[in-house]
C-alpha cells in the first residue's frame, strides 16, 4: 500500500485500458475522474498514465512538483531522438531543467515576446487583419470556412514575425503556398492519430502504421520550404523594415540547425504551437458568439462604441491597443479557452524518476496529463451554468489564464507554460474584433443558429468536427 498508483479502472491483459479511451477521450478521462477521483491511473499497453483533473491535483504537478514534472513525454511520431530533441527543440525537449533551454525560454521572455516586443509588432498583426478584411469584402454573400480563414490570417501574422514575410496569403494562389499548406496541415493530422507504438515500446522502431516514417518525409519536405529562408538570410542580412524573429535567433548565437534543424527547429515548432491553437480558439468563439445572440449584441454594442466608424464605406484599420482594453471581448476570448480548451489535455509531461503524488506513487516514465478541459466544465469548480457559454462570469472576476488560477489553465502553468500567451492575447481578440465589427455574419443555409452542432473533434487540438461555415454580409454597425 505504500508503492500505490493512483486508482483508475481495471486494465485488460496487455492492451489495459486502451478499449476504455473511446474516441473523445477528454470525455473519458473525465468519466474516470468522475468514478475514480482527482487522480487517476490508466495502463495503455505497457505505457502508464496519470491524469489529474481537479485544481487540486493540477496545481501538485504544475506547481508543487513542477520541476521535476516539467519533462516532456515525447510522442512516437516525433521523428527523432530525446539527444537530439534536447539540443535543439523547445517544444518537444525531453527535458527543461538545463542551461540550455532556461536561455531559449529566456529569448522568449525578453526577446520575442516580452511586453515592449509585443507593443512593437503590433502593426504586423493590425496589416495582416486589414488584408484580411479587404479579402473578406470581396466574400459577400459567400460562406466562408472560419477555420481556413483564421488559419491564414495567424500563419502569415506569425510569419511576418518571424521573418517579414507571408507564407501562405488569403487566396491561397500560389504552388508554395498551397505546398505549405497541406504540409502543415497534414502534420496536425498525423499529431494527433492515435499511435500504437506508443502504448508498446516494442512497436517504436517498426512504427507499424507508418505516421512516424510520414512525418519524417514531411519534415523534410517542410525543410527544403524554410532552409532557403534562413540560407539567404543568414549570407545577405535583413532586407529592411524592423527586427525579426529571425534575427533575435542570429543575435542569440542560434546555429542553422537549432533554427531549422530538419524542420523541427524553432520556426516549426513556434507555427505549430502558435497556430492551430488559436485558430481553433477563433471558430470556437465565432460559433458561440453565432449561437449566442446577447453575447453577440453586447460584443456589437462594445466595438461600436470603442472602435474607428467606417470611414468612405471602407472599414477602419483596428488599432490593437484599443482592442486589448475591451472589457467584454476580453470576456469572450476567456469564456471560450474555458470551454473550448484548444489543447485539452495540455502538452503531455512525463516523470523522469519516481515520486509522490497525493500519497500516490507515480512511477518513472509516466506519462502525465492534466484534463483542463473536465476541469474547466467542473459544476464544483465552476458553479454558475458551467456548461452555459457565459462571459459575463469573467466580468470583475479576477480568474485568469496566467497559471496562477488552477481552475483555469488553458496555456498550463509552472516551467513549461505556454511562452507565447501574451501574442495569442493579442492576435486572438483582433481577429475576433475586425470580424465583428466590419460585418454581419449569418450561417449559410438557413439553419437556426441556437441548432449549431458543436460536437468536438478530440486531438492534440481540440477542434470544432463539423467546420463552421458562415457568411459575411455587409456591416450594419
Ligand atoms: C490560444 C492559443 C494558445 C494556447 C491555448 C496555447 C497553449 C499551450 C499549452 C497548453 C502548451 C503546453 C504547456 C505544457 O506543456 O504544460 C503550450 C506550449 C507552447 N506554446 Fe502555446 N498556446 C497558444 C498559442 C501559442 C503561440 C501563439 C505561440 C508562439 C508563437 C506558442 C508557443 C508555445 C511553445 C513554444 C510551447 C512549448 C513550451 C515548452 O515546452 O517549454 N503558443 N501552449
Given amino acids: 500500500s505504500k508503492h500505490r498508483l493512483p486508482p483508475g479502472p481495471k486494465p485488460w491483459p496487455i492492451i489495459g485500458n486502451i478499449?476504455?479511451?473511446?474516441?473523445?477521450?477528454?470525455?473519458?478521462?473525465q468519466r474516470f475522474s468522475q468514478l475514480y477521483g482527482p487522480l487517476i491511473s490508466l495502463r495503455l499497453g505497457s505505457q502508464l498514465v496519470v491524469i489529474a483533473s481537479s485544481p487540486a491535483a493540477a496545481a501538485e504537478i504544475l506547481r508543487t512538483h513542477d520541476r521535476l514534472l516539467s519533462a516532456r513525454y515525447v510522442a512516437t511520431v516525433v521523428p527523432y531522438d530525446t539527444v537530439e530533441l534536447d539540443r535543439k527543440a523547445i517544444v518537444w525537449a525531453s527535458n527543461c531543467n538545463n542551461d540550455r533551454w532556461k536561455a531559449f525560454r529566456a529569448m522568449f521572455r525578453n526577446q520575442m515576446f516580452s511586453a515592449r516586443a509585443i507593443e512593437s509588432q503590433a502593426a504586423v498583426r493590425e496589416r495582416k487583419v486589414a488584408r484580411m478584411v479587404e479579402f473578406l469584402q470581396g466574400k459577400l454573400g459567400e460562406p466562408v470556412k472560419i477555420a481556413e480563414l483564421a488559419f491564414a490570417a495567424i500563419f502569415d501574422s506569425l510569419s511576418n514575425l518571424m521573418f517579414s514575410r507571408d507564407c501562405i496569403g488569403f487566396e491561397s494562389s500560389s504552388e508554395t503556398a498551397n505546398r505549405l499548406k497541406s504540409l502543415i496541415w497534414r502534420m496536425m493530422e498525423l499529431g494527433t492519430k492515435t499511435n500504437f507504438a506508443d502504448y508498446f515500446p516494442v512497436l517504436k522502431k517498426l512504427d507499424p502504421q507508418g505516421l512516424r516514417r510520414e512525418m519524417f518525409r514531411l519534415c523534410?519536405?517542410?525543410?527544403?520550404?524554410w532552409q532557403p529562408e534562413v540560407k539567404e538570410r543568414r549570407e545577405r542580412g535583413r532586407p529592411g523594415g524592423a527586427e525579426d524573429f529571425l534575427d533575435i535567433f542570429f543575435e542569440n548565437g542560434l546555429d542553422d540547425d537549432q533554427i531549422d534543424?530538419?524542420?523541427?527547429?524553432?520556426?516549426?515548432?513556434?507555427?505549430?504551437?502558435?497556430?492551430?491553437t488559436s485558430m481553433a480558439t477563433i471558430e470556437w468563439a465565432m460559433a458561440e458568439l453565432i449561437r449566442n445572440k446577447g453575447a453577440m449584441d453586447e460584443l456589437r454594442d462594445e466595438l461600436k462604441t470603442k472602435l474607428s466608424p467606417p470611414l468612405d464605406g471602407k472599414p477602419a484599420l483596428i488599432d490593437e491597443s484599443v482592442v486589448a482594453q475591451l472589457p467584454y471581448l476580453s470576456?469572450?476570448?476567456?469564456?471560450t479557452l474555458r470551454l473550448h480548451p484548444p489543447a485539452p489535455l495540455l502538452l503531455?509531461?512525463?516523470?523522469?524518476?519516481t515520486c509522490k503524488v497525493m500519497n500516490y506513487t507515480v512511477p518513472e516514465g509516466t506519462h502525465i496529463v492534466v484534463n483542463v478541459w473536465a476541469i474547466s466544465r467542473d459544476p464544483k469548480v465552476w458553479e454558475d451554468d458551467p456548461m452555459s457559454f457565459k462571459p459575463e462570469r469573467f466580468i470583475g472576476s479576477s480568474v485568469d489564464f496566467r497559471g496562477q488560477d488552477f481552475e483555469f489553465l488553458p496555456f498550463s502553468a509552472g516551467r513549461r507554460m505556454c511562452p507565447g500567451v501574451s501574442l495569442a492575447t493579442r492576435q486572438i481578440p483582433l481577429?475576433?474584433?475586425?470580424?465583428?465589427?466590419?460585418?454581419?455574419?449569418?450561417?449559410?443555409d438557413g439553419e437556426d443558429p441556437t441548432?449549431?452542432?458543436?460536437?468536438?473533434?478530440?486531438?492534440?487540438?481540440?477542434?470544432?468536427?463539423?467546420?463552421?461555415?458562415?457568411?459575411?454580409?455587409r456591416s450594419s454597425l
Fill in 19 to 29: 478499449p476504455h479511451l473511446g474516441k473523445q477521450v477528454h470525455v473519458s478521462l
Fill in 431 to 444: 481577429v475576433l474584433a475586425a470580424l465583428v465589427r466590419s460585418f454581419d455574419w449569418s450561417l449559410s
Fill in 220 to 225: 523534410n519536405e517542410l525543410y527544403s520550404v
Fill in 451 to 473: 441548432e449549431l452542432d458543436m460536437s468536438e473533434k478530440f486531438g492534440t487540438t481540440l477542434e470544432k468536427e463539423r467546420p463552421l461555415l458562415l457568411v459575411p454580409n
Fill in 348 to 353: 503531455p509531461h512525463r516523470a523522469p524518476e
Fill in 261 to 276: 534543424w530538419l524542420s523541427l527547429g524553432f520556426l516549426q515548432e513556434l507555427f505549430s504551437a502558435g497556430t492551430d
Fill in 331 to 335: 470576456a469572450i476570448v476567456k469564456e
